[in-house]
């Protein structure tokens, strides 16, 4: 089965590197909800044996992205508003309580190194963000909340919290697409989050936090008010 804007991967780490190119196709819209495809499928488009084509989607169906049809391969997850809003609670409610716990501790356990590269990450995102383009903002996005929660959590929390995010983007992404131009839509604060993540402001880091999430919900409620 072709699937428009791949390119064959590599033999190297073939498990990983196809569970990424499926996730780049869901984000892009070019696997969308609900789309049924089997092993041999992936695997023939791919040029590789169908063990890490299935390795790789039973990956993607532990992280609530795709779903197992019996006798018809695999299929990708129809997340719901309501999915949606239980997904922005949950998140909103655990990362406050992460950083209102562990911000005013960060200063003394903080790499150097890891630092600059949530910064690095934090002015590409927020770049991406007030220019309106999509697609480049999802990937710093998800590395910018990874990297920053990484700072301040421990790795579980931090790999729930990844999950949580891919599925919003999963859901959010068809309707972010509907909208001719996104500048000045989308949440620009990852600059000023890490600045109070890094002085050690629980307070500012929690506004700022509360604020994205009411954002972020505001405008997906709209869209799919909005929706045909």
């Known amino acids: ?3 428009p804007g791949t390119s064959p991967v590599k033999r190297n780490t073939l498990r990983q590197q196809i569970a990424d190119a499926l996730c780049d ?13 089997t092993v041999k499928e992936m695997a023939d488009h791919y040029g590789v044996s169908a063990t890490p084509v299935r390795e790789a989607l039973l990956d993607l169906c532990s992280q609530g992205l795709l779903d197992v ?16 809003r ?28 890891s630092l600059a590269s949530v910064r690095r990450r934090a002015e590409a995102a927020e770049r991406a963000a007030r220019g309106g383009d999509l697609d480049i903002l999802i990937g710093y996005d998800l590395r910018f909340w990874r990297e920053i929660c990484g700072l301040v959590g421990n ?7 990844q999950r949580l995010r891919m599925q919003t983007w999963v859901f959010t992404v068809p309707y972010l ?16 989050l890490t600045a109070a993540v890094t002085r050690g402001d629980p307070k500012t880091s929690e506004r700022l936090i509360s604020a994205y999430n009411a954002h972020f919900r505001a405008l997906i409620e709209r869209l799919v008010t909005d929706a045909p």
């Open 25 to 37: 196709e869901v984000l892009a819209g070019r696997l969308p909800a609900g789309r049924q495809f």
């Open 155 to 161: 790795p579980y929390i931090t790999d729930f919290l």
């Open 1 to 3: 089965m072709p699937v």
């Open 177 to 192: 697409r509907r909208v001719p131009d996104l500048r000045g839509e989308l949440w620009a604060g990852h600059c000023e």
């Open 69 to 84: 049809e019996e006798h018809r391969g695999f299929k990708v997850h129809e997340f719901t508003i309501k999915d949606f």
């Open 86 to 113: 239980h997904m922005v609670d949950a998140r909103n409610m655990v990362v406050e309580g992460l950083f209102r716990h562990a911000v005013e501790q960060t200063l003394n356990t903080m790499n150097p190194q």
